[in-house]
Every structure is written in C-alpha cells, then in structure tokens.
C-alpha cells in the first residue's frame, strides 16, 4: 500500500462542492469512482480542505492509500475517466504519515471580480461581477491590516465550529487588468467563507462604504456583522497548496 | 423602422453554429427568439458572417430591422431573455442601407492553442490542445508569406461556391503566454475554415512537419491537400469586426 499525494484541478460550477454528500454530487465521489474503475480499489481521498459548491481549483491537493503500483501512470489513466471540469494534474507517493490537510502549510486563493453590467460569456461561472467602480488605491491600503496573525472571527461564517479563530495572512496581492481585479491571499490556513468576506469587504472599501483605515477596527471586534457581505462563491478559486 | 446594428459575444460549445438550422440549435435562432420575447416582433438577424458549431465570439456582428423604440434599451432588454452563454455588448441605430456582412471592412479572428497532453477545466472548450512542442520563431518565419492579397484555394474546405478565392490578409501576429499560442488574423474576410487551415499548417511548421519557406509553394499551388489540417473548431474565436 502506498501513499500518494496528487494535484487536481477543476472548475466547480457543476458540482456541489469538494464533499461527499447524499443528493448531490461532490467532486470527492466522481474521483473516487474514477479510482474504482481505474484500479478496482474502494478508496477514501483526503483533499488539503474542502472547497464549496461553485468554487473552482487550479491546483487542489488530496492524498490517497492505494495498491495502484505505477504511480506516475495515474494522471492519465485517472483522466480517461474523469469528466472534463476535472483534471489530475500529477501524483508522487509521499511517506506513510503525509496527509494532504494536516500536512498543508501555506493555501494560496485567487478571487476573480470584474466591474461590468453585462457579464461575459466566457466568464460568468468563474469570475463574480459588481455593476459599479472601485478604487484600487484605497482596497490596496485596506489589504495591509490584514497582514500578519489575526482572530479572523469577523471573517468567518457563522455556525462553524473551530478550536481557535486564530490565523496567519502572508500576503493579499489585488492586481487589476483592464476591469478584471484579481485578489490573492496566502494564508497559513482559512476560516469557512474567510477569503470571500475578505474580499466582500474590499470590495465595500473599494466602493466607498468603509473607510480603509475601519479595516483593523473591523478585525479587533471579532463580529461578523461589522464586515461586508460574503462575495459569491463562482469568482473563487484555490490556486495551489503548499507542503 | 430603424435599422440597428449589434454587438454581440458567445461561447459557441452549446450550439450548433450560428446560423438558424432544422433539428439543432443555432445562436442565430435564440437571438431571433429573444427579440420576439422582448419586442413582438419576428425578426430576421444578419450577423458579419456564420460561425461553425464549436466556434466562438468576443465581438461578432449583426443587424437587424425593428421598430423597437428605445435602441439603447435593447441589450439589457435581450440580456435578460438570452442564455448567460449569449450577451448583447451594445446597439447603436444605422443607415438604412447598412447591412451587417456586406458593409463589413475587417475581421479579425484568435485562435487559441495549448501544448500540453493535460487539458485545463478552465478552457478545454476555448482552446485547441496538443502534445508536442512547436517552434515560435519557425511559426513566426512563416507566417509573413500569408500577408498581403493572395488566392487562398489552398487554405478553403472543398465544397464551397465562392467568386473569388483572393482574399487580403492584413496581419497575423503569434503570441506565446506560457504554453499558449494566440494567432491573431486579420483580413478583409475569409473564405470556409481558412483561419484553421492557416493555423493548422503553421502548427505544422512550428513541428517541423514544413519548412516556413515552402509556405509560399503551399499558397501558390492553390491545392488544399498541400496545407495543413483543419485546426478544432473549439480554439476559434471572432475578435472583432470593422466597418
């Protein structure tokens, strides 16, 4: 039996999200069931975390204890059997006690935002759309507070149950290209919602709402009333996982 | 009644093309579907030109006679009675002799290709993908001989009945973005699959398949089976077109 830790990239639109699920199809089963087909294995895969239903991934992580003996064949027998949204990018084996969400270190998410009333059709499922300007200048002075180890309770959905609201924020980039805005965040790890509230409450600063200087007061309250709104799942997406 | 041109953009994977057809879908037909919905009025819709089943547009063209009031109203209007796969970009009133093909100066074609033997679930339906490496300095090479005005028999499916094989191509530029080659056309219209014969005899020259000198024989042999193959419709997309 090895371990084998493999990248996968999918585009979440058509699927309930990562997690096995009853009346619903998660992207966890349909790789699962490629797995069966592929090696006649019953498998359970790990992914680095779970990804909600419509948020999308270029480079997820998951690991898996298989029999499956040519490791670097995986991909492409996997791939015959997978629909097209999703796609096994690599597969190494690791050592026994790797497990691709305790094992993570650094998640890095990439938020897609166009300013336009009329979406296009090449994007409307991966890219969330606002029908009014923002200010780069001011959602790139709010980003700096969040930097550094905070209590992310203010950023995070609530109903979820976690040992500690504690987290580390390494870098939030926002690039803009023509009306495309682009926000990475690399963090030590993420609350439930967290990058999309981040940004919901960008995009307020940006909009003129909130002051960018408000940020850190929002942060200090640790109430999840004082930030902006959960930003739709569709512009989101799990960039890489690193180990 | 007020002749009116349109801007319109599509991801073509989900039709069969544009042009209104029995026993499948062209984008034409729901375009002409929505302006019932919208207007009461059963329209005819001009476009620049037809686009084949698979093949896209980030600004293709049409006009159309109604006596719908308010022009400036029309794409919201549309918009909301369209697919998210169909957006109308813009309506603006014209001459009445304007005619959407005929009046047509420029089209500007983008063919999009990966190599890479892993499709993207972000675009296995927008571009081309294969596996093997090519040359863009040798693609580049060859790509001069297309400019200017030629008899472009070689580079036309059989079967078409046209006037004139001449056709100007005014440029061609090749772009490469990591493992993505954008070929970008310009030309003052273009005769049945032309922009996939080109690319696919380019691709054939960045493989080393053709010297880029023996482009001009190809061109000059008037001969089809001389060229390259028919490129996937898939990587194809209507930039723009000019009048």
Redesign the interface.
């Known amino acids: 039996m090895k371990n084998v830790l493999c990248a996968v990239?999918?585009?979440g639109t058509n699927y309930a999200g990562w997690q096995k699920q009853d009346n619903a199809l998660g992207i966890q089963e349909v790789i699962e069931n490629a797995f069966f087909d592929c090696t006649g294995e019953r498998v359970e895969i790990f992914a680095s975390g779970r990804t909600d239903a419509g948020v999308?991934a270029?480079e997820q992580c998951f690991s898996v204890k298989t029999k499956f003996a040519q490791i670097e064949r995986l991909?492409?027998a996997l791939?015959h059997l997978l629909p097209?949204?999703?796609?096994?990018?690599w597969a190494k084996e690791v050592p026994n006690d790797f497990h691709a969400r305790f094992s993570a270190h650094k998640k890095t998410y990439l938020y897609r935002l166009k300013t336009s009333?009329?979406?296009?059709?090449?994007d409307?499922?991966?890219t969330a759309y606002i029908d009014y300007s923002i200010s780069l200048e001011k959602m790139r002075e709010a980003s700096k507070y969040f930097i550094g180890e905070h209590n992310f309770k203010s950023f995070c959905s609530a109903g979820t149950s976690v040992p500690t609201f504690e987290r580390i924020i390494y870098s939030l980039n926002i690039t803009k290209t023509g009306n495309l805005y682009e926000f990475e965040v690399c963090g030590n790890g993420f609350l439930y919602n967290m990058v999309r509230i981040i940004v919901g409450t960008l995009v307020d600063v940006g909009g003129g709402k909130i002051k960018p200087s408000q940020v850190e007061e929002i942060i200090n309250s640790q109430d999840r009333q004082k930030a902006g709104k959960t930003m739709p799942a569709k512009g989101l997406t799990l960039k890489c996982v690193e180990y």
Chains 1, 2 share one sequence.
């Not at 009333?117 to 090449?122: H, K, T, V």
């Open positions: 990239s999918y585009k999308h270029l991909p492409m791939n097209n949204d999703i796609r096994i990018l009333d009329i979406e296009s059709p090449f409307f499922d991966t």
